[in-house]
Structure formats: C-alpha cells, structure tokens
C-alpha cells in the first residue's frame, strides 16, 4: 500500500432544512469549497480527479436511489468511476476510508470523496422510524424501535455496571454545545450548563433532548491524493499543499441485534493488560467492541501503543454523550469503566476554554473540539467525512482561517483520530491522520 | 431557555394546501431569488415480510410459548433466536427459554418513533435468562414510568403471552415476577 494524503476538504454549513437545494448543489457547494481551499479551477479538478466515491445513508430519507451517480453527473465528473458506500451511523467514515483505499491501492492517483443526507423531508419522529429501519425489523424493531431508546439501554447498563452518572453524561453536552460556540459550520451553537441538560425534555431515560444529536442537511467533501497525485496538484496550482497523511485505518463490527452481543473477554490495546479487566464481561450492552477493534487495528498500523499521550485531539461520534463515554474506552483513552470520571476530569476538554466549571487536568486530550455531533448535527453520509475535514483543518493550522475565529485551534496538533460510528456499533472505524508537511 | 419557547409554537403537521398555481416575474433573472417550491408527496407501501427462518419463534409466541435456539456444538443458548450459530457456523435446534429472567438494562421511552409515539411512555428491558448466553429485547409493563432508576436493573420478570397473537415480538411482554 502506498502512502495517501488528504490535500484539502469543504463541507456544507449544516442545517435543520435546506429547502432552497436538492441534493447534488448542496454537496457543490462542499466540493466547491474543497477546490477553491487549494486554488484548483473546476477543469483541472476535472482532469486530476480519477474518480470519487459517495456516502449517503438512507434511501428511505432521500427517496431517491442511485443519489451517488446523480451527484457525480450534477459534479460534472462523468464519465469517471464512482461508487456509492453505505453503513449506517458510520456511512462518512466508512467512504473516507473508502477513498484512502482508491488511492492506497494504486487504483486512483486523486480521488474525491463526498458524503451527504437529507433528513428534514419527513418529520423527526417518522425519521426516527426511518433511522430504527436500521436495526432487526423482525426482532428489535417491532418491540419500539427507537435508536435513543437502544442507546438509552446501552447507558442504563453502563451506569450500573461503572457507577456512570448523568451530570457525567450531561458534561459532554456542556463541553460539544460550548466548543460549537467558536464553529460556524455547527448546527447548534449554544453555552448550556448541566442543569440545562438536566432540565431539558426526557426523551429516553436518562437521556434528555441536549444529550442527543440533531437531525440535519448537510454535505461534506474531501480531496485524497497519491504522492503522485500531490504532485499533479501542485503542478496544476502552482502553489505548495499543507497535505496530512493518513497513516491508520481501522474499522470493526458487531452484532446487529444488541441482545445477541457476548458477555466475554476484553479486546486489550497495548498499553493494557488482562488484570485490568478482571470479572468484567465483554462487551455485553455497556461497550462496543466494534469501537475497540477499529482503535486496535488504527493505531497498530499508526504504530500508536499510548494513545493518549500520542494522540493530540480526538473527533468522536458522538450522537448520544453516553456514546462519546463509552467511545473514549474503546479507543483506550480511559479504561474501560472510567469514562464517565475521565470527563468530569476535564481532559478530552479545550485547554483554553472557559465552560463555567473547574477541573482538575482540563485539555489534557480534546475530544470533539468542533463541537461533535450533539452541536454540530449529523447529515449521517457526510458526518464521518465532516470529522476529516476538521482534523485535517486542526493539522494544518488553519481553523482560523475557515472558522473566522481562532478558539478551537488545538496548538501544535501533529495527529488526530476519526471515529465514526453505526447501530448501537454495529459498525464503527477509525483513522488516524498526522500532519504531512 | 429553547425548551420554553417550544412550549408556545404551533406544531408543524405534515398536511399541505392544495396550490395550483404560483407567482411568476416577468424578468426571468429573478427567479434565483424564488422560494423553493415545497409539496408533499406520499410514500406508503404494504411490504410482505417473511419471518423465514425465524417463523416458529412468532409459532411459538403464538402457543405461549418464548423460544429461542441452542448450539449443541458449543453449548451455547442464544436469549433471541438465530438459526445458525455465529461461533461455529452449524445450525442450531429450537428450545423452550425459561418463563423467568432478570432485567439486565432498560429505558423508558417519552418519545419514539411515528409508529410507537402513541404508546409512549413505554418501557424497553433486555431480559437476561438463567443459563442462556444472551440476551432479549422486550416491553415491561406494570412499573411507573415516571419512577425510572437503576434499582430496576436485576429485578425478577417473568414473560406474559397475547391471547390474540399479532406475530410480532411484542406478542410476549414481561410484568415484575
């Protein structure tokens, strides 16, 4: 496999409804931004570009197939190749390592690939039905399906296995909505406390409104190159690209059905051992071993064995707070059972942010400092694609640049995981991306 | 505060107006400035779903009876029934699961999805059975919903049958034992 870089990157500002579009121009307006970053024209994107890949979740949503090959043609790319990647929650990850395996594989010297969704055509709660449609229609679905419901569970089980408690939960919220603040790509840009999360309505208990991700329209987009490609690039521009590199790829699944996941063994990560775990049962409901073998597999070919310490931010799906606790066990920034008392420690925090609570070693590591899912809104197709296009922004330095505002820079950033997720982690993958020049 | 405000919006219905014609401009150049057009168009469909492989779990639920499958192989109890084994690929062999369990986790959901709205609030558990190696997803009822807690997790249920079975999951729901 060769190395793969990702030169460049755009998304849409994501939105409750985007009547005033379709689709196709929604995600031009990611691929637009994606071009004009690095000073290529239409035509010579045209020429470079070998071919591109498409993410969108649901059929059901869009009510349109073959969305993929309609937003290719409306891109002007015909004749080139394309294919559509489809998993869920974990749809934009899963085309972004999609497009690295274009190029890593010597198919495609530059590839784009492009997400998007379009959930406002139909009202929250018949999309919530349309979202349950991706869990077990004989066995889960009929008995209420409900994605908040089944992370609700998730959480339920968490707490009472690891004494996980909701003004934990409520701390991601605080933390995603307050970094949000500073992103004017976020859907929902609020300073809100724990009580507001508290206090806000009971959706499923424990989870409340503000513990849950939004709905929304919103595309995203991200240029890979070969070393090759880069060059073509530069050539073409006649200017110097800030590329990052990816250098880990990993991605996991489980069980579709929550009740059918095993009661065993943890997946250990190098800087663990198996007298950590003892009497635990794994992964059961309270933990994703999707989200474990995705990190393990990343961070082996990263060559990462102290994630924390070698890791500088994290951009975690975080479509529920329970979710973003859970996901930073799997991905060994805690162990398993501390992620509710690693957040309260103010670590996956920005350093250099006032939330309006002490803490003891606030910003030791920043998870979502974008503002995640829960501020941001979640597109399903483009979100995993989103998440690149910030880290990749944070690598090069330029979040001022493209945020007009200078806050949720992460100094110094060299590295940076991805983590997209699906299905109660059905399916989850993570990337490692460092900074390439 | 956002949640107070929602108090005193109307709510947004999915019913339209019939509109058979709109404004038009005479200078073509300000139609980029139109409003989208936004209509309603229906999306319903009967689907013919087969159980297949799984039908005599919805057979059993019908007779009163929970089934689930076993792997003599490996000696493995699945909580929800799955005809071949995900550890050694064989296929497995219906057995009877206890009428008894325990709640191994729950919520209790105020809103839903379109098709559930109406039965909210209702409570989801994963019931673990005794010597079965995982485990199923059904309602409880005859608990207050508004008295949600952890102390919930452990407690004996026990399953409850539908006289009229509607062949669905929900045909067997659990009450405290």
Same mark, same amino acid.
């Given at each position: ?49 070998? *071919? ?40 934009? *990850? ?11 594989? *010597? ?273 399903? *197709? ?56 | ?78 909580? !929800? ?25 729950? !919520? ?11 039965? !909210? ?57």
């Amino acid at each position: 496999m060769r190395d793969v870089f990702v030169v460049s990157g755009g998304v849409s500002k994501f939105a409750k409804a985007r009547p005033d579009k379709t689709f196709q121009p929604m995600v031009k307006e990611a691929y637009d931004y994606t071009l004009k970053d690095v000073g290529l024209e239409f035509k010579q994107a045209y020429e470079l570009i070998d *071919g591109s890949v498409t993410s969108y979740f649901s059929d059901h949503f869009l009510r349109q197939l073959m969305g993929g090959a309609m937003t290719t043609d409306y891109l002007g790319l015909c004749p080139k190749p394309n294919k559509r990647i489809e998993g869920g929650g974990a749809t934009g *990850g899963l085309c972004f390592q999609a497009g690295w395996e274009a190029v890593a594989s *010597g198919r495609f010297d530059v590839c784009i690939a492009y997400g998007f969704e379009t959930m406002s055509h139909v009202n929250t709660w018949k999309g919530n039905e349309f979202i349950a449609l991706a869990s077990d229609v004989s066995f889960d679905y009929p008995v209420g399906g409900f994605y908040s419901g089944y992370y609700a569970m998730m959480v339920t089980r968490h707490m009472k296995e690891f004494g996980t408690t909701v003004e934990q939960l409520a701390l991601v919220s605080v933390k995603n909505h307050n970094n949000a603040f500073h992103n004017p790509y976020a859907q929902k840009r609020r300073k809100i406390t724990i009580e507001d999360v508290r206090n806000s309505e009971m959706v499923a208990w424990p989870l409340t409104m503000l513990d849950i991700c939004v709905m929304s329209d919103g595309a995203a987009a991200i240029l890979f190159a070969s070393q090759e490609g880069l060059n073509k690039i530069e050539k073409a521009t006649g200017k110097r690209m800030k590329p990052t590199k990816v250098t880990g790829v990993g991605s996991g699944m489980d069980a579709m059905r929550m009740a059918d996941r095993p009661h065993g063994e943890v997946i250990l990560l190098p800087h663990e051992k198996k007298s950590d775990y003892k009497g635990l049962k794994y992964p059961g409901v309270h933990s994703f071993r999707s989200g474990r073998m995705a990190s393990k597999l990343a961070y082996k070919m990263a060559g990462i064995t102290d994630p924390i310490n070698q890791i500088d931010f994290v951009e975690l799906h975080d479509a529920y707070t329970s979710s973003e606790i859970q996901t930073c066990e799997d991905m060994g920034l805690c162990k398993y059972g501390e992620g509710g008392d690693f957040v309260a420690s103010g670590k996956p925090f920005m350093p250099n942010l006032d939330y309006g609570y002490k803490f003891p070693k606030q910003g030791v590591i920043p998870v979502n400092p974008s503002g995640g899912l829960i501020a941001c809104g979640h597109p399903v *197709g483009a979100t995993g694609l989103m998440q690149a296009v910030f880290a990749h922004w944070q690598l090069q330095g330029t979040i001022n640049k493209h945020f007009g505002d200078p806050t949720l820079q992460v100094k110094n950033a060299k590295r940076g995981a991805i983590h997209s997720h699906a299905g109660t982690g059905t399916y989850v993958t993570v990337s490692i991306m460092e900074k390439g020049f | 505060m956002a949640e107070s405000k929602k108090n005193f919006k109307l709510p947004e219905t999915d019913d339209g107006t019939v509109v058979f014609n709109v404004p038009f401009p005479k200078d073509l150049s300000q139609l980029k400035g139109m409003a989208p057009i936004i209509i309603k168009q229906p999306y319903h469909i009967d689907y013919i779903h087969s159980f297949g492989q799984d039908s005599p779990f919805f057979a059993g639920l019908a007779n009163g009876k929970l089934l689930s499958t076993h792997c003599k192989e490996c000696n493995y109890t699945y909580g !929800t029934p799955r005809l071949h084994c995900m550890y050694c690929g064989n296929e497995c062999d219906w057995v009877e699961l206890p009428k008894e369990g325990k709640i191994h986790c729950f !919520t209790v959901c105020h809103y839903g999805s379109e098709e559930f709205l109406k039965e !909210t609030p209702f409570i989801l558990i994963l019931v673990e059975f005794p010597k079965v190696n995982t485990l199923f997803l059904g309602r409880l009822l005859g608990v207050d919903t508004k008295k949600a807690s952890l102390d919930w997790i452990g407690k004996k249920v026990k399953a409850q049958f539908k006289r009229n079975s509607k062949f669905k999951p929900t045909d067997v729901y659990f009450v405290l034992a």
